[in-house]
């Protein structure tokens, strides 16, 4: 199989459930302690040896190409106060990878987002990593779906277990063993009732695909929720090629919900050296208070 070299991150959704914050400052901008979530996701592709990445953006989202560019006037600035590593910082973001840009110009949903990156991606397997879902592991989980898939030629799902009871949030895939936390993939369904689920291992924001998946997706009709759903693109995908399902070491936020954005940003805190200690006293005092 030929390696997987480019990443795909679709960021164009509407983020209601974080409004009013999202309503001019795009989800993926929000800062988890000092940085915007989509630069977690994208040093997370970097680390796994990706240089070239596509964010699927739209007319709201401008801020996001804004913060991956130069700022010259204000990197003068602090060259001249003598904060280096403001400077260091700043440009270091700019510097991250070879970013690329294509508005979804209607929001039409994820597999529609996925299927405008054609032609970024041409004729080879490429990585797609949710905007708004970030993992927190010792080594990248995007990394360890492109290991699997490269090991057997196949399309990749970054699964976890879930408890039944919240299945109904996800997609379920039916699985089979195959090596230790790899499973082949035969079926899944977007948001199953616990008595549709066809396991318990849902699909978390990572994913390798092979490039039959646009051909698949210009043909799909929209389906739960009147979109266009890349869980049933996938679907097809599966039946037609090899498919693995892995369950990736590591901890996973959906930062597009109020809950899992605490979460992250306590959690991202209390790993930060500059206000990890702080924090752990303070939670500390709080917590007797409570
Ligand atoms: P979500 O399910 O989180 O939807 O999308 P959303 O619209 O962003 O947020 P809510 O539900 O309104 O709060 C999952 C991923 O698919 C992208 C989102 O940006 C996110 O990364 N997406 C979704 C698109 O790029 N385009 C779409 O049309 C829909």
Redesign the pocket.
């Known amino acids: 199989m030929m390696k997987v070299r480019k990443a795909v991150?679709?960021?164009?959704?509407?983020?209601?459930?974080?409004?009013p914050a999202?309503k001019t400052v795009p989800?993926?901008m929000l800062p988890l302690v000092d940085k915007p979530v989509i630069q977690y996701i994208i040093e997370e592709a970097v680390d796994a040896g990706i240089e070239d990445i596509l964010i699927?953006t739209?007319r709201a989202k401008s801020a996001m190409d804004d913060y991956f560019d130069y700022y010259p006037e204000l990197e003068t600035r602090l060259k001249q106060a003598g904060k280096d590593r403001e400077l260091f910082e700043t440009r270091r973001a700019a510097d991250l990878a070879n970013i690329f840009y294509v508005r979804?110009k209607?929001?039409?949903?994820?597999g529609?987002?996925?299927w405008r990156a054609k032609r970024f991606v041409g004729d080879e397997p490429f990585a797609v990593l949710?905007?708004?879902?970030i993992m927190r592991a010792k080594k990248p989980v995007i990394g360890q779906l492109i290991e699997a898939a490269e090991r057997h030629n196949a399309s990749a799902v970054g699964v976890q277990y879930v408890p039944t009871d919240t299945i109904s949030k996800y997609s379920s895939v039916k699985v089979e063993p195959l090596e230790d936390r790899v499973f082949s993939v035969s079926d899944m369904n977007e948001k199953p009732s616990p008595t549709q689920m066809l396991s318990n291992y849902a699909i978390l924001?990572r994913y390798v695909l092979q490039p039959q998946i646009f051909d698949i997706l210009e043909h799909m009709k929209p389906g739960y929720g009147g979109?266009?759903q890349?869980t049933d693109g996938l679907r097809v995908l599966c039946q037609q090629s090899n498919m693995v399902a892995v369950d990736f070491e590591g901890k996973r936020y959906?930062t597009?919900?109020l809950r899992g954005f605490l979460e992250a940003t306590i959690d991202f805190s209390l790993d930060h050296p500059y206000t990890g200690k702080w924090l752990a006293r303070f939670l500390k005092e709080k917590a007797r208070s409570l």
């Open positions: 991150i679709p960021a164009a959704g509407l983020g209601t459930r974080m409004l999202t989800k993926e699927v739209n979804q209607e929001t039409k949903g994820l529609h987002a996925i949710l905007g708004d879902d924001g979109e266009i890349l959906d597009g919900n």
